[in-house]
């Protein structure tokens, strides 16, 4: 289980370093661009849900206290 979690890591900080060089290394098509460096704050989204599912396995599972 954590495994799948920690993938989730490895996507977002992919995503991350894509978004990086999207913003401020690639020279092409501003609408590339523009996609690129979209993807940085989605993988920031996705690297903290992975890290924090990591940790906490159980984090958004509902609980119910009698």
Do not use: C, D, H, R
Not at 45 to 50: C, E, K, M, N, V
Not at 53 to 61: E, I
């Amino acid at each position: 289980m954590a495994l799948g979690f920690l993938i989730l890591v490895v996507v977002g900080v992919s995503a991350i370093v894509t978004g990086f060089y999207g913003a401020f290394v690639y020279k092409g098509s501003k609408n590339v661009s523009v996609v690129l460096s979209l993807l940085m704050p989605v993988g920031l989204l996705i690297a903290i849900i992975g890290i924090l599912l990591t940790v906490l396995p159980n984090f958004f599972q509902e609980t119910i206290i009698w």
